[in-house]
């Protein structure tokens, strides 16, 4: 079993910033990739970052220059940073932890940016 509690979110203004962390516990060894997706109001949820077990990272065209995923080995906690954020970034933000055999999401976190 895999845990998974984000934290970070908050209201900021336009053009603000945020970092969302996503902390693992559990059997965290059988992790290879973690994902932050997030869900805005009457939308589905959209992938924005992952990284895997090794570093390599992507995040989708949307929040690309904008967004930045990264992890913390001896915390066993992964990052997403975000700056320059719009009302659109507006959302409920979740990790999710892929393992061979399971998914695991956390509970989300919300990020409101408006004036």
């Known amino acids: 079993q895999v845990q998974f509690v984000e934290s970070g979110g908050g209201l900021v203004q336009p053009g603000g910033s945020l970092r969302l962390s996503c902390a693992a516990s559990?059997?965290?060894?059988?992790?290879?990739?973690t994902d932050w997706y997030r869900q805005a109001p009457g939308k589905e949820r959209e992938l924005v970052a992952r990284?895997?077990?090794?570093?390599?990272?992507n995040v989708v065209d949307s929040v690309k220059g904008r967004f930045t995923i990264s992890r913390d080995n001896a915390k066993n906690t992964v990052y997403l940073q975000m700056n320059s954020l719009k009302p659109e970034d507006t959302a409920v933000y979740y990790c999710?932890?892929?393992?061979?055999?399971?998914?695991?999401w956390g509970q989300g976190t919300q990020v409101t940016v408006s004036s």
């Open positions: 990284i895997t077990r090794g570093g390599e990272t």
């Open positions: 999710k932890g892929l393992t061979p055999t399971q998914v695991y």
């Open positions: 559990g059997s965290i060894f059988s992790i290879y990739r």
